[in-house]
Nanobody, 124 residues
Framework: QVQLVESGGGLVQAGGSLRLSCAASGRTVSIYSMGWFRQGPGKEREFVAG????????SLADSVKGRFTISRDNAKNTVYLQMNTLKPEDTAVYYC?????????????????WGQGTQVTVSS
């Protein structure tokens, strides 16, 4: 089992920045990749960004390309989501998640462990 704890959410004005962190503990040797997802009010959970745990190409949703960056620090078992030029439509609860095998897509159903989420609110 992998336990995940997100932090770094908050209230920010449009155009501002936030950095989210996701600290993993437990059986981290089993992690294949990690992802960030978000769920806005009345919306389905959607993929935001993903990163292989041991190297490889990152992936970003089209809606955040050029504004968000995902990175990891394996020594700290932590993944980060740097969010710049935030927009009101980025308002959501942000979750990190891990999966333990390759999958052709970043479908949330392929992720086994989830954090509790952190709220990001962007005011206009």
């Amino acid at each position: 089992q992998v336990q995940l704890v997100e932090s770094g959410g908050g209230l920010v004005q449009a155009g501002g920045s936030l950095r989210l962190s996701c600290a993993a503990s437990g059986r981290t040797v089993s992690i294949y990749s990690m992802g960030w997802f978000r769920q806005g009010p009345g919306k389905e959970r959607e993929f935001v960004a993903g990163i292989p745990w041991r190297g490889g190409t990152t992936s970003l949703a089209d809606s955040v390309k050029g504004r968000f960056t995902i990175s990891r620090d394996n020594a700290k078992n932590t993944v980060y989501l740097q969010m710049n030029t935030l927009k009101p439509e980025d308002t959501a609860v942000y979750y990190c998640a891990t999966r333990h095998q390759w999958s052709p897509s970043w479908n949330p159903a392929s992720f086994a462990s989830w954090g509790q989420g952190t709220q990001v609110t962007v005011s206009s």
